[in-house]
Protein backbone atom coordinates (compact mmCIF):
# COMPACT_ATOMS: atom_id res chain seq x y z
CA UNK A 1 0.00 0.00 0.00
CA UNK A 2 1.59 3.36 -0.79
CA UNK A 3 0.90 5.59 2.23
CA UNK A 4 1.47 8.27 0.11
CA UNK A 5 -1.12 8.14 -2.19
CA UNK A 6 -0.39 8.95 -6.04
CA UNK A 7 3.25 10.55 -4.99
CA UNK A 8 5.97 8.40 -5.43
CA UNK A 9 7.40 7.00 -2.58
CA UNK A 10 11.28 7.32 -4.29
CA UNK A 11 10.85 10.10 -6.84
CA UNK A 12 13.75 11.08 -8.69
CA UNK A 13 15.66 14.35 -9.39
CA UNK A 14 13.31 15.55 -12.25
CA UNK A 15 10.00 14.84 -10.22
CA UNK A 16 11.30 16.61 -7.23
CA UNK A 17 12.49 20.05 -9.90
CA UNK A 18 8.53 19.24 -10.67
CA UNK A 19 7.21 19.32 -7.13
CA UNK A 20 9.48 22.37 -5.80
CA UNK A 21 8.30 24.68 -8.82
CA UNK A 22 4.94 23.71 -8.39
CA UNK A 23 5.50 24.64 -4.37
CA UNK A 24 6.66 27.79 -5.47
CA UNK A 25 4.29 28.78 -7.68
CA UNK A 26 1.71 28.13 -4.71
CA UNK A 27 3.78 30.04 -2.12
CA UNK A 28 4.04 33.28 -4.37
CA UNK A 29 0.61 33.72 -4.77
CA UNK A 30 -0.88 32.76 -1.67
CA UNK A 31 -0.61 35.11 1.84
CA UNK A 32 2.34 34.99 4.54
CA UNK A 33 -0.17 33.24 6.86
CA UNK A 34 -0.82 30.43 4.68
CA UNK A 35 2.63 29.64 3.68
CA UNK A 36 3.10 29.69 7.37
CA UNK A 37 0.88 27.02 8.07
CA UNK A 38 1.70 24.81 5.79
CA UNK A 39 5.04 24.72 6.79
CA UNK A 40 7.06 28.31 7.48
CA UNK A 41 10.21 26.42 5.81
CA UNK A 42 8.51 26.84 2.46
CA UNK A 43 9.38 30.54 2.49
CA UNK A 44 13.16 30.35 1.93
CA UNK A 45 12.35 28.44 -1.05
CA UNK A 46 11.01 31.68 -2.56
CA UNK A 47 13.20 34.05 -4.94
CA UNK A 48 14.94 36.60 -2.97
CA UNK A 49 14.06 35.00 0.27
CA UNK A 50 17.32 32.55 0.79
CA UNK A 51 19.47 33.89 3.46
CA UNK A 52 22.53 34.52 0.79
CA UNK A 53 24.43 37.26 2.47
CA UNK A 54 26.01 34.75 5.77
CA UNK A 55 28.12 36.61 7.27
CA UNK A 56 27.66 39.96 6.46
CA UNK A 57 24.55 39.66 8.81
CA UNK A 58 23.62 42.70 10.69
CA UNK A 59 25.11 42.39 14.35
CA UNK A 60 23.59 44.84 16.20
CA UNK A 61 20.55 44.12 18.50
CA UNK A 62 17.51 46.72 16.95
CA UNK A 63 16.08 48.00 20.31
CA UNK A 64 12.87 49.42 17.88
CA UNK A 65 11.90 46.45 15.98
CA UNK A 66 8.12 45.12 16.63
CA UNK A 67 6.81 42.53 14.74
CA UNK A 68 3.49 43.04 13.14
CA UNK A 69 1.21 40.40 12.23
CA UNK A 70 2.44 39.33 9.53
CA UNK A 71 5.99 38.91 10.50
CA UNK A 72 4.65 36.96 13.56
CA UNK A 73 2.75 34.40 10.78
CA UNK A 74 5.49 34.64 8.73
CA UNK A 75 7.95 33.08 11.55
CA UNK A 76 8.81 29.15 11.76
CA UNK A 77 6.94 27.43 13.96
CA UNK A 78 8.30 23.76 14.37
CA UNK A 79 5.81 22.51 16.53
CA UNK A 80 2.76 23.03 14.78
CA UNK A 81 4.22 21.85 11.69
CA UNK A 82 2.86 19.00 9.70
CA UNK A 83 3.61 15.09 11.09
CA UNK A 84 6.27 14.72 8.40
CA UNK A 85 8.33 16.85 10.52
CA UNK A 86 8.13 14.04 13.79
CA UNK A 87 11.16 12.93 14.89
CA UNK A 88 10.98 9.04 15.75
CA UNK A 89 7.49 6.89 15.96
CA UNK A 90 4.38 8.67 15.51
CA UNK A 91 3.49 7.21 18.58
CA UNK A 92 1.11 9.53 21.41
CA UNK A 93 2.58 10.81 24.21
CA UNK A 94 0.07 10.17 27.45
CA UNK A 95 2.30 13.62 29.34
CA UNK A 96 4.43 16.55 27.65
CA UNK A 97 4.56 19.73 29.03
CA UNK A 98 6.92 21.80 31.68
CA UNK A 99 8.15 21.31 35.21
CA UNK A 100 9.21 23.06 37.72
CA UNK A 101 8.35 26.15 36.60
CA UNK A 102 8.02 28.51 39.75
CA UNK A 103 5.84 31.38 41.02
CA UNK A 104 4.20 33.04 44.36
CA UNK A 105 0.34 31.60 45.05
CA UNK A 106 -1.54 32.82 47.24
CA UNK A 107 -3.54 30.01 49.31
CA UNK A 108 -6.01 30.22 51.93
CA UNK A 109 -5.38 28.61 55.24
CA UNK A 110 -8.18 26.87 57.52
CA UNK A 111 -8.09 29.72 60.06
CA UNK A 112 -9.57 31.76 57.48
CA UNK A 113 -6.05 33.73 55.98
CA UNK A 114 -4.37 33.91 53.11
CA UNK A 115 -0.52 33.04 52.79
CA UNK A 116 2.17 33.60 49.61
CA UNK A 117 4.32 31.00 49.11
CA UNK A 118 6.61 30.10 46.18
CA UNK A 119 4.63 27.28 43.79
CA UNK A 120 6.29 25.18 41.69
CA UNK A 121 4.52 24.02 38.61
CA UNK A 122 4.02 20.94 36.65
CA UNK A 123 1.62 20.65 33.69
CA UNK A 124 1.53 18.18 30.79
CA UNK A 125 -1.03 17.33 28.22
CA UNK A 126 -1.39 14.48 25.95
CA UNK A 127 -0.40 14.12 22.61
CA UNK A 128 -1.52 12.81 19.81
CA UNK A 129 0.42 10.20 17.62
CA UNK A 130 -0.05 12.06 14.32
CA UNK A 131 1.14 15.80 15.81
CA UNK A 132 4.30 16.95 16.32
CA UNK A 133 4.39 19.03 18.96
CA UNK A 134 3.44 21.44 21.75
CA UNK A 135 4.20 25.26 22.57
CA UNK A 136 5.03 25.02 25.93
CA UNK A 137 4.92 28.70 26.85
CA UNK A 138 1.07 28.45 26.48
CA UNK A 139 0.71 26.24 29.70
CA UNK A 140 2.35 28.89 31.47
CA UNK A 141 0.30 31.59 30.07
CA UNK A 142 -2.87 30.18 31.14
CA UNK A 143 -1.26 29.92 34.23
CA UNK A 144 -0.19 33.40 34.70
CA UNK A 145 -4.07 34.35 33.51
CA UNK A 146 -5.62 32.99 36.57
CA UNK A 147 -2.33 33.35 38.26
CA UNK A 148 -3.29 36.65 40.78
CA UNK A 149 -6.32 34.54 41.97
CA UNK A 150 -6.23 32.53 45.74
CA UNK A 151 -5.79 29.22 44.49
CA UNK A 152 -8.19 26.06 45.05
CA UNK A 153 -8.80 23.41 42.64
CA UNK A 154 -11.47 25.17 41.03
CA UNK A 155 -8.87 27.82 40.22
CA UNK A 156 -6.76 24.57 39.29
CA UNK A 157 -10.05 23.55 36.92
CA UNK A 158 -9.89 26.80 34.82
CA UNK A 159 -6.05 26.41 34.40
CA UNK A 160 -6.32 22.91 33.28
CA UNK A 161 -9.55 23.68 30.62
CA UNK A 162 -7.79 26.55 29.13
CA UNK A 163 -4.29 24.81 28.28
CA UNK A 164 -6.41 21.74 27.20
CA UNK A 165 -8.11 23.52 25.07
CA UNK A 166 -5.52 25.34 23.82
CA UNK A 167 -3.44 22.34 22.95
CA UNK A 168 -6.81 20.35 21.33
CA UNK A 169 -5.34 17.73 23.98
CA UNK A 170 -8.03 15.22 25.80
CA UNK A 171 -6.32 14.32 28.92
CA UNK A 172 -4.30 16.80 30.96
CA UNK A 173 -2.51 16.92 34.51
CA UNK A 174 -1.65 19.73 36.62
CA UNK A 175 0.40 19.84 39.77
CA UNK A 176 1.67 22.27 42.66
CA UNK A 177 4.02 21.91 44.99
CA UNK A 178 4.83 24.45 48.11
CA UNK A 179 6.37 24.21 51.15
CA UNK A 180 3.45 24.88 54.12
CA UNK A 181 4.21 26.46 57.45
CA UNK A 182 2.90 25.62 60.10
CA UNK A 183 2.22 26.68 64.03
CA UNK A 184 3.72 24.22 66.12
CA UNK A 185 3.76 23.71 69.86
CA UNK A 186 6.55 22.11 71.98
CA UNK A 187 5.48 18.99 73.99
CA UNK A 188 5.79 20.58 77.24
CA UNK A 189 7.51 23.99 77.57
CA UNK A 190 4.90 25.91 75.90
CA UNK A 191 7.58 27.16 73.24
CA UNK A 192 6.04 26.83 69.37
CA UNK A 193 7.96 26.79 66.19
CA UNK A 194 7.53 26.53 62.49
CA UNK A 195 7.11 23.24 61.28
CA UNK A 196 6.91 22.99 57.28
CA UNK A 197 5.46 20.38 55.65
CA UNK A 198 5.93 19.02 51.65
CA UNK A 199 2.45 19.45 49.89
CA UNK A 200 1.74 18.77 46.30
CA UNK A 201 -1.65 19.83 44.86
CA UNK A 202 -2.79 17.73 41.81
CA UNK A 203 -5.27 17.80 39.35
CA UNK A 204 -5.77 15.14 36.89
CA UNK A 205 -8.07 15.06 33.56
CA UNK A 206 -8.50 11.82 31.53
CA UNK A 207 -11.00 10.87 29.42
CA UNK A 208 -13.36 13.92 30.81
CA UNK A 209 -13.13 12.47 34.05
CA UNK A 210 -11.45 14.52 36.79
CA UNK A 211 -9.60 13.73 39.94
CA UNK A 212 -8.44 15.88 42.88
CA UNK A 213 -5.34 14.81 44.68
CA UNK A 214 -3.27 15.99 47.82
CA UNK A 215 -0.24 14.75 48.92
CA UNK A 216 1.61 15.14 51.77
CA UNK A 217 4.77 14.31 53.18
CA UNK A 218 4.84 13.82 57.26
CA UNK A 219 7.81 13.26 58.92
CA UNK A 220 7.88 11.39 62.10
CA UNK A 221 9.81 9.36 64.91
CA UNK A 222 9.57 5.84 64.81
CA UNK A 223 11.03 3.50 67.55
CA UNK A 224 11.49 -0.37 66.94
CA UNK A 225 9.13 -1.93 69.36
CA UNK A 226 11.61 -4.88 68.77
CA UNK A 227 14.74 -3.06 69.44
CA UNK A 228 12.40 -1.55 72.81
CA UNK A 229 11.25 -5.44 73.92
CA UNK A 230 15.12 -6.42 73.97
CA UNK A 231 16.35 -2.90 75.63
CA UNK A 232 13.98 -3.56 78.90
CA UNK A 233 15.19 -8.00 78.59
CA UNK A 234 18.57 -6.60 78.93
CA UNK A 235 17.59 -4.12 81.91
CA UNK A 236 15.43 -6.91 83.72
CA UNK A 237 17.88 -10.14 82.75
CA UNK A 238 21.31 -8.61 83.45
CA UNK A 239 21.11 -5.53 84.70
CA UNK A 240 22.13 -3.80 81.80
CA UNK A 241 21.48 -0.33 80.24
CA UNK A 242 20.34 -0.34 76.69
CA UNK A 243 18.84 1.56 74.31
CA UNK A 244 16.19 1.16 71.79
CA UNK A 245 16.89 2.16 68.07
CA UNK A 246 14.44 4.78 66.52
CA UNK A 247 15.32 6.79 63.48
CA UNK A 248 13.75 9.99 61.00
CA UNK A 249 11.34 8.29 59.12
CA UNK A 250 8.48 10.24 56.39
CA UNK A 251 5.36 9.37 55.05
CA UNK A 252 3.96 10.08 51.86
CA UNK A 253 0.21 10.31 52.27
CA UNK A 254 -1.73 10.44 48.53
CA UNK A 255 -5.14 11.43 48.66
CA UNK A 256 -8.07 11.86 46.69
CA UNK A 257 -10.39 14.21 47.40
CA UNK A 258 -14.30 13.26 47.64
CA UNK A 259 -17.61 14.07 48.87
CA UNK A 260 -17.51 18.51 47.86
CA UNK A 261 -16.66 19.08 51.35
CA UNK A 262 -12.73 20.82 51.68
CA UNK A 263 -9.90 18.75 52.84
CA UNK A 264 -7.55 21.54 54.50
CA UNK A 265 -4.12 21.23 54.35
CA UNK A 266 -4.11 21.63 58.21
CA UNK A 267 -6.82 19.08 57.94
CA UNK A 268 -4.50 16.33 56.52
CA UNK A 269 -1.54 16.98 58.24
CA UNK A 270 -4.00 16.49 62.33
CA UNK A 271 -5.20 12.81 60.59
CA UNK A 272 -1.25 12.16 59.71
CA UNK A 273 -0.44 13.57 63.33
CA UNK A 274 -3.79 11.42 64.74
CA UNK A 275 -2.45 7.92 63.13
CA UNK A 276 1.41 8.53 64.16
CA UNK A 277 1.93 11.15 67.01
CA UNK A 278 5.91 11.12 67.18
CA UNK A 279 6.16 13.86 64.81
CA UNK A 280 9.47 15.34 64.84
CA UNK A 281 10.00 18.53 67.08
CA UNK A 282 10.89 22.18 66.41
CA UNK A 283 11.68 23.61 69.54
CA UNK A 284 12.68 21.60 72.16
CA UNK A 285 13.85 22.39 76.25
CA UNK A 286 14.96 19.50 78.44
CA UNK A 287 11.68 18.52 79.18
CA UNK A 288 10.38 18.35 75.85
CA UNK A 289 13.57 16.24 74.93
CA UNK A 290 12.54 13.82 77.78
CA UNK A 291 8.30 14.24 76.86
CA UNK A 292 9.49 13.03 72.94
CA UNK A 293 11.34 9.85 74.68
CA UNK A 294 8.39 9.27 76.54
CA UNK A 295 6.07 9.69 73.54
CA UNK A 296 8.53 7.11 71.70
CA UNK A 297 7.83 4.56 74.13
CA UNK A 298 4.84 4.86 74.53
CA UNK A 299 4.10 4.69 70.34
CA UNK A 300 6.79 2.03 69.49
CA UNK A 301 6.11 1.54 65.77
CA UNK A 302 7.22 -0.92 62.97
CA UNK A 303 6.64 0.29 59.25
CA UNK A 304 3.50 -1.93 58.63
CA UNK A 305 2.45 -0.23 61.64
CA UNK A 306 2.71 2.65 60.44
CA UNK A 307 1.35 2.29 56.87
CA UNK A 308 -1.90 0.71 58.25
CA UNK A 309 -2.40 3.63 61.12
CA UNK A 310 -2.74 5.98 58.71
CA UNK A 311 -4.87 3.73 56.90
CA UNK A 312 -7.14 3.79 59.51
CA UNK A 313 -7.19 7.64 59.89
CA UNK A 314 -7.21 7.96 56.24
CA UNK A 315 -10.17 5.06 56.09
CA UNK A 316 -12.61 7.12 58.53
CA UNK A 317 -13.00 10.37 56.76
CA UNK A 318 -15.53 10.51 54.71
CA UNK A 319 -13.63 13.69 52.63
CA UNK A 320 -11.53 10.80 50.86
CA UNK A 321 -11.25 8.73 48.69
CA UNK A 322 -8.90 6.37 47.08
CA UNK A 323 -5.36 6.74 48.53
CA UNK A 324 -1.87 5.61 48.95
CA UNK A 325 0.38 5.55 51.86
CA UNK A 326 3.96 5.11 51.31
CA UNK A 327 6.62 5.15 54.18
CA UNK A 328 10.15 5.00 54.96
CA UNK A 329 11.99 4.33 57.92
CA UNK A 330 15.53 5.49 57.39
CA UNK A 331 17.07 3.08 59.79
CA UNK A 332 19.85 4.15 62.22
CA UNK A 333 20.45 -0.29 62.98
CA UNK A 334 20.40 -0.85 59.69
CA UNK A 335 22.28 0.30 56.66
CA UNK A 336 19.07 0.25 54.38
CA UNK A 337 15.71 1.59 54.97
CA UNK A 338 12.60 -0.55 56.17
CA UNK A 339 9.60 0.93 53.79
CA UNK A 340 6.53 -0.26 52.72
CA UNK A 341 3.45 0.99 50.29
CA UNK A 342 -0.35 0.54 50.99
CA UNK A 343 -2.82 1.54 48.80
CA UNK A 344 -6.80 1.75 48.59
CA UNK A 345 -8.78 2.07 45.55
CA UNK A 346 -7.76 1.83 42.23
CA UNK A 347 -6.54 5.23 41.90
CA UNK A 348 -2.68 4.65 42.82
CA UNK A 349 -2.53 0.48 42.00
CA UNK A 350 0.81 -0.12 39.92
CA UNK A 351 2.71 -2.90 39.02
CA UNK A 352 5.59 -1.10 38.90
CA UNK A 353 7.23 1.62 40.93
CA UNK A 354 9.36 4.72 40.45
CA UNK A 355 13.10 3.19 41.10
CA UNK A 356 13.86 6.38 42.87
CA UNK A 357 10.55 6.68 44.73
CA UNK A 358 11.93 5.89 48.65
CA UNK A 359 15.00 8.14 47.99
CA UNK A 360 12.59 11.19 47.49
CA UNK A 361 11.50 10.44 50.67
CA UNK A 362 15.16 10.69 52.59
CA UNK A 363 14.68 14.20 54.76
CA UNK A 364 18.38 16.12 55.38
CA UNK A 365 18.54 17.51 58.25
Known amino acids: MNFLGDINPEPNKAEAERALAVLRAWAERADPTEVARLDPAIARLLPGREVGNYPDLSRTYPDGFTPDAEYRASMPDLQNGPSSLIVGAQAPIQHVGISNFRLPIVFHTRDGGDITLETSVTGTVSLIGEKKGINMSRIMRSFYAHAERTFSFSVLAAVLEDYKKDHDSVDA ?63 QARGQLATPHSQRSVARLSVVEEGGKRLWYEDLIDLARAAVPTETQVMVKREDEQAFAELNAANPIFVEDAARSFAERLLSDDRIGDFRVVASHQESLHSHDAVSILTEGPTFVAESIDPRLFASLHRPG
Do not use: N
Not at 184 to 206: N, P
Open 173 to 235: RLMMRFSFPARVQSLRSGLTGWQYYDIALELMEREGRQKRITHLDYVYSSTCPCSLELSEHAR
